[in-house]
């Protein structure tokens, strides 16, 4: 419970100052709305209500503020009218039907999950050949720092071009921009934790002439096992957002970075906003997956999991 309790303490703050935020946001809109219904509205004409802010207008027209929690395009939609859309695209549509989050989810997840296989399989073996090799340690980490320089943005349309050109569309061309994002966390932590073990345990190796292979299999891959889970939870996010990322600039007609596109070209921001939220529960369920996975895994290792 005492875990608990900070976690819903932010939760409801963020809530508080979205709901705060919605009334002069969308004020200007529900005046000029309200005034074409036949409501009362001071001022009374659009250009003497430009002139002032969202929150001074809302406390000349208190009678509006409800309104502004319901308005139909809103530019900031209120929690509940995110929830319901949520609720309406999750459980009242099926499946398969190409307005459900659940199956643009699975659009998104499916190039994600081979993005960060690719990526982690790629980041574990650049660390251990980084920390066994100067020379890789010298040239492919400096490169593996300065590739996380290149705005993905600019990046990620240039490979999905680039591929559709050579005939490669679909789910690789997004696994790709996802292994970008996810490879670097894996690399930088991996790396730290196959260093980790200090020099009395390296000695201790090097008295018993052990060989490099039983060194790796027996202490520095075990002690990078908290090192790589941390990783592995920064990575798998950062794939989702590389798919998301991918899925924006091409024009894609499904998976979340698609609703998204949608939403903003036909002027439907509850749309943008339920599949925002939906990335993001996506995102904290896959990290709270490896979360279990690192917590059942340390514990069968005598490891107390961070």
Not at 156 to 182: D, E, T
Not at 218 to 247: D, M, N, W
Request: net charge positive.
């Amino acid at each position: 419970m005492r875990s608990v309790l900070p976690v819903l303490s932010v939760v409801a703050a963020i809530l508080g100052f979205w709901l705060l935020c919605v009334v002069p946001m969308n004020m200007h809109l529900v005046a000029d709305q309200a005034q074409r219904d036949g409501l009362v509205v001071t001022p009374d004409t659009p250009v003497a209500r430009q002139d002032l802010g969202g929150v001074a207008l809302a406390l000349k027209n208190t009678h509006l503020i409800p309104l502004t929690y319901e308005f139909k395009r809103p530019r900031l939609p209120s929690p509940q009218q995110v929830g319901r859309e949520m609720y309406a695209t999750i459980i009242d549509k099926k499946i398969t039907s190409k307005r459900s989050l659940v199956y643009h989810g699975w659009v998104t997840l499916a190039p994600t999950l081979l993005g960060f296989l690719i990526g982690t399989s790629l980041g574990i073996l650049l660390a251990v050949g980084i920390v066994y090799s100067r020379v890789m340690d010298r040239s492919v980490m400096p490169w593996a720092i300065v590739s996380q320089t290149i705005p993905i943005l600019a990046l990620a349309p240039m490979i999905i071009v680039v591929l559709g050109s050579m005939g490669i569309q679909g789910l690789f061309p997004k696994s790709i921009i996802a292994a970008y994002l996810s490879f670097f966390p894996v690399v930088v932590g991996m790396v730290k934790g196959l260093r980790s073990p200090d020099g009395m345990q390296l000695d201790l190796l090097r008295t018993y002439n052990a060989s490099k292979a039983q060194g790796f299999w027996s202490l520095r891959l075990p002690a990078s096992a908290p090192y790589l889970f941390a990783s592995l939870k920064i990575g798998i996010s950062a794939s989702l957002v590389g798919t998301i990322v991918a899925e924006l600039p091409t024009g894609a007609r499904a998976g979340f970075g698609a609703r998204m596109l949608v939403g903003d070209q036909y002027g439907q921001p509850l749309v943008s906003w339920a599949a925002l939220f939906a990335a993001a529960l996506t995102a904290a369920a896959l990290v709270g997956i490896f979360s279990l996975i690192e917590r059942v895994t340390l514990k069968r290792m005598g490891m107390a999991a961070a």
